[in-house]
């Protein structure tokens, strides 16, 4: 396969702005080239080098504390198929794997990184075969190479199904830190809170709402779109991105009261996650074995803790002013 060159897909850009008057979609981009060669000379830098302004998505929230970390966090959400089956029963049944009628496959991903305001999505609408999601499997596998550490709800579920396309696919292993909300919610609040799905956090905490299937709700969504509806794909185009800007802003609240998350590691900085520099003293954590310090930030309040001799000398200086 010819190898496609940056002045190409630069010279490709500029033809689709002037054909349409406007900076294209990584979308209309990707009929003409795959998702997988665009991110490899990254889609942003394609679109500054061709002159354009990128189309950037808001992520709103007044309180959301994000600080450009060198550590890339990638915020995913993927959408798949059901499992088609033959069964004879409804009431737990044990399926042979001679029943099945068709697998699962990758119909949508949506992501954002941390330090960037672009949204990435694609989806299988203009699919011949929607079951071939290969150019999906490159597309969020690129993404995922570029990231430290990705972030989602329910990572398990999510990783599990990227993790075995990117096998089934021989696609380079990729072994970014995962963090998982959902686990952040079940271990900060446990039973404290009604429910932990992504829809009733966003409304408990306050965040931008989860988008809810207007026309199509639950499975007649995803059916509606195999059947080529266009108007379903959109609504779940919708759906899929709106899950990540709430995934976004539940991740930063979420952070700041568990003591798990700190990136400071990747810059070698004494820094909180909001950004700030400036730490407080606030006494001990004493358990059976060990004492240590506790320091809380002076500007959001999320509270660390470090023996004494392992603190940095010019925060270890702060501290004891």
């Known amino acids: 396969m010819k190898k496609v060159e940056e002045h190409e897909l630069i010279a490709k850009i500029k033809e689709l702005h002037k054909e349409h008057g406007k900076t294209p979609t990584l979308k209309e981009f990707s009929e003409f080239y795959s998702t997988s060669t665009v991110h490899k000379h990254g889609w942003n830098n394609l679109i500054k080098k061709a002159g354009l302004t990128p189309n950037m998505t808001h992520v709103p929230g007044p309180d959301l504390l994000v600080h450009k970390w060198e550590a890339r966090i990638l915020f995913l959400d993927i959408e798949t198929s059901a499992l088609l ?4 029963g409804l009431y737990n049944q044990n399926i042979p794997i001679q029943n099945i009628v068709e697998d699962w496959s990758l119909l949508s991903y949506c992501a954002k990184f941390n330090d960037d305001e672009t949204v990435y999505y694609l989806d299988q609408r203009y699919a011949q075969d929607y079951t071939d999601d290969r150019q999906l499997v490159e597309g969020i596998h690129d993404l995922i190479r570029q990231a430290d550490i990705i972030v989602a709800h329910n990572i398990d579920f999510d990783w599990g199904k990227l993790n075995a396309k990117f096998i089934k696919y021989e696609l380079d292993p990729l072994h970014p830190r995962q963090i998982c909300t959902l686990k952040m919610t079940r271990k900060l609040m446990k039973k404290g809170i009604t429910s932990k799905k992504l829809e009733f956090l966003a409304k408990w905490l306050g965040c931008t709402p989860k988008e809810s299937h207007a026309k199509f709700p639950g499975g007649k969504l995803w ?3 195999l059947k080529g509806n266009q108007e379903a794909w959109a ?10 800007t709430t995934l976004n802003e539940i991740f930063w609240k979420l952070a700041r009261y568990d003591q798990s998350i700190n990136f400071s590691i990747y810059e070698h900085k004494n820094k909180c996650i909001c950004g ?11 358990t059976n074995s060990s004492k240590k310090m506790r320091f809380r930030c002076g500007a959001c309040g999320k509270v660390y803790t470090a ?12 501290l004891f002013q």
């Open 223 to 225: 059916d509606e779109c």
């Open 307 to 318: 023996r004494i001799e392992e603190l940095p000398t010019k925060l270890k200086a702060g």
């Open 85 to 88: 089956v033959r069964t004879y």
């Open 276 to 286: 700030s520099d400036h730490f407080i003293r606030d006494g001990y954590k004493v």
């Open 235 to 244: 609504e779940c185009e919708v759906y899929n991105r709106g899950d990540v």
